[in-house]
């Protein structure tokens, strides 16, 4: 082993400190993982920041004893398009709030309406998707302007864990392409586009933007002394969008599809330039930063969300305890509906609660288009993961034509790729070979870049592992 690197890697469900120890391969063993479950706090939903940076230290502290010196580095990659402000002061504004919190119904609209239907798209290639940073901000600034002018920096979620752990703000280039106020091709924050809409009084976007596979600094005193970690450990940039990690491992070669499965489902490819003909602006493809500057035109797809989500409703609500495996092995028993559920129905964005049980939002799917389903597991896992590769084989004809390619293959990267039940659907309804990539890929992503910034592997080699 000639070193290892940390890899932080938070998703929606939980998070986990990985090592990553780099040989003649890289080997991910895990340090620590833990829960990641959004709390309402001063009206809205928000991410715990709390519980999982003491998760994260906690992963911090296993690595230190297990590896000590070997530890070269560490980064960040989480979900996107959520962010920290910071004051002058160094302090943080407010939590965070999560995308999934209501607070920017009704804004796709207005814009729409005030600005053209299309500015956004034009001026950063990103669909108008209502959780995107933009509209938050816009929320934010209807909401409680003075938290606006108060910051000088906004910081993604990845950012800002960095930030904790080094003192160094900076705005990573594939997360700062989720906001939809960046330019397409990595050049920084659009500030025209931020001056029209009314976001340009602002303080917080006068950073260039931090490619991925940077040095920012090293580990703070502080976190030093409490974790065990040398003080020369390097704090990294990765991709920090977790999607652009997972991404990094697409193979090589024309026509090669990925999916990052996770709690989204993010189908896309890696492309030289943006597609912005109106063919990919009607498919719905928005056009973020892939890991080394070239772009990675994707579209999202509910996901596993919708099973997540049903899980909760019969193991929170139902006092069961179904583990994924024990679902799919129902769902394989059920009995199957012609009907194929639209997992992407904005009915099934908002996370199950007890006033509205997400399981039975399937049933009424179902219900409202004439179609009885019984209302067990069985049938409404199959419904879900049916519907998944439903919009998997939809999604791959529709980046085919935007793209004028023909698929050579699609790889199911991520958690997903461990649902076999999927994974067999998929490859029935895709026209071309549908393989299963890394289970870990966002974590492995973020662990290959460091290394690849270290100078412990080679660039060509990322796409083989
Ligand atoms: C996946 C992901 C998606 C992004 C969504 C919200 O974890 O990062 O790429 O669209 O979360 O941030």
Redesign the pocket.
């Known amino acids: 082993m000639k070193a290892v690197v940390l890899a932080v890697d938070l ?2 469900e939980s998070g986990r400190v990985m090592a990553a120890e780099i040989g003649d391969g890289i080997n991910l063993r895990e340090m620590s993982r833990f829960i990641n479950k959004p709390i309402k706090k001063e009206g809205h939903l928000r991410w715990d920041m709390e519980s999982l940076w003491r998760g994260i230290l906690e992963g911090f502290t296993v690595a230190a004893a297990q590896y000590g010196d070997l530890i070269k580095s560490i980064s960040f990659d989480t ?4 962010f920290a402000l910071i004051n002058n002061e160094g302090e943080l504004i407010e939590e965070p709030v999560c ?1 999934r919190d209501p607070r920017t119904e009704g804004l796709v609209d207005s814009i729409e309406t005030e600005f053209g239907k299309d500015t956004i798209w034009k001026h950063t290639g990103i669909r108008n998707l209502p ?1 995107n940073t933009v509209f938050q901000l816009l929320a934010l600034k209807k909401s409680a302007p003075e938290k606006l002018k108060q910051a000088e920096s906004i910081l993604m979620i990845p950012d800002f864990l960095a930030w904790k752990l080094c003192g160094v703000a900076s705005n990573e280039w594939t997360n700062a392409s ?1 906001t939809a106020l960046a330019s397409p091709s990595g050049q920084g924050w659009d500030l025209d586009l931020i001056k029209k809409i009314g976001l340009g009084d602002l303080a917080i976007f006068d950073k260039a933007l931090t490619k991925s596979g940077i040095e920012l600094g090293t580990v703070s005193a502080d976190i030093a002394e409490i974790t065990g970690l040398k003080r020369d450990v390097k704090v990294l940039t990765c991709a920090s ?3 652009a990690s997972a991404a990094a491992l697409t193979p090589a070669g024309a026509g090669q599809v990925f999916i ?1 499965s ?3 489902s ?1 189908m896309g490819m890696i492309s030289e330039q943006p597609l912005l003909s109106k063919e990919a602006k009607e498919a719905n493809l928005s056009n973020e930063l892939a890991w080394d500057g070239r772009s990675r035109p994707l579209k ?1 797809i509910m996901g596993l969300w919708v099973l997540q989500n049903c899980r909760r409703t019969w193991n929170e609500e139902g006092g069961a305890d179904w583990s994924y495996p024990e679902l799919v092995d129902v769902a394989r028993s059920a009995a199957d509906v012609d009907l194929v559920l639209d997992v992407d129905d904005a009915a099934f964005f908002e996370q199950h609660s007890k006033e509205n049980p997400y399981a039975d939002r399937v049933v009424k799917w179902f219900a409202d288009r004439g179609v009885q389903i019984p209302a067990d597991e069985g049938n409404i896992s199959l419904a879900v993961i049916k519907g998944l590769a439903h919009a998997y084989a939809n999604t791959l004809k529709e980046i085919e034509k935007v793209s004028g390619q023909k698929a050579q293959a699609v790889t199911i990267l991520g958690g997903g790729g461990r649902n076999e039940l999927l994974v067999e659907m998929t490859a029935q309804l895709c026209d071309c070979p549908v393989r299963v990539g890394a289970h870990e890929a966002t974590a492995l992503g973020n662990a290959v870049i460091q290394a690849f910034a270290l100078d412990l592997i080679k660039r060509e080699d990322i796409a083989k592992l």
């Not at 979900?79 to 959520?82: I, R, T």
């Open positions: 998703g929606a979900w996107a398009v959520d995308y959780f989720s969008h977790d999607t990052s996770g709690t989204w993010l999202n």
